[in-house]
Nanobody, 121 residues
Framework: QVQLVESGGGTVQAGGSLRLSCAVS????????MGWFRQAPGKEREFVIG????????YSTDSVKGRFTISRDSAKNTVFLQMNSLKPEDTAVYYC??????????????WGQGTQVTVSS
């Protein structure tokens, strides 16, 4: 069973930065495409950004381009989401996901429990 554990959420003022981490408990970490989704109150969960199994490809939604970056550390079985220039509309629960499809979508095989990100204006 693959487990994903997110950390690093919190409250930040608009314009600030946060770095989320997702620790993956599997030796097959390198086989999975990884990504981040988010769900704001009253809205459906949406894809944010993803990275291929080998780190060679990145895909993100337009609203975060130039502000969010994703990276993975195979030695630590961890995926990182660096969020800069945060806006109040980035407020959501952020979920880490692992899967075989590319780009990742809502049918991804494994999910974390989520971490809250709140951006105050």
């Amino acid at each position: 069973q693959v487990q994903l554990v997110e950390s690093g959420g919190g409250t930040v003022q608009a314009g600030g930065s946060l770095r989320l981490s997702c620790a993956v408990s599997t030796r097959t970490f390198g086989y999975y495409n990884m990504g981040w989704f988010r769900q704001a109150p009253g809205k459906e969960r949406e894809f944010v950004i993803g990275i291929t199994w080998n780190g060679g490809g990145v895909y993100s939604t337009d609203s975060v381009k130039g502000r969010f970056t994703i990276s993975r550390d195979s030695a630590k079985n961890t995926v990182f989401l660096q969020m800069n220039s945060l806006k109040p509309e980035d407020t959501a629960v952020y979920y880490c996901a692992a899967g075989d499809r590319w780009p990742l979508d809502g049918s991804s095989r494994y999910w974390g429990q989520g971490t809250q990100v709140t951006v105050s204006s």
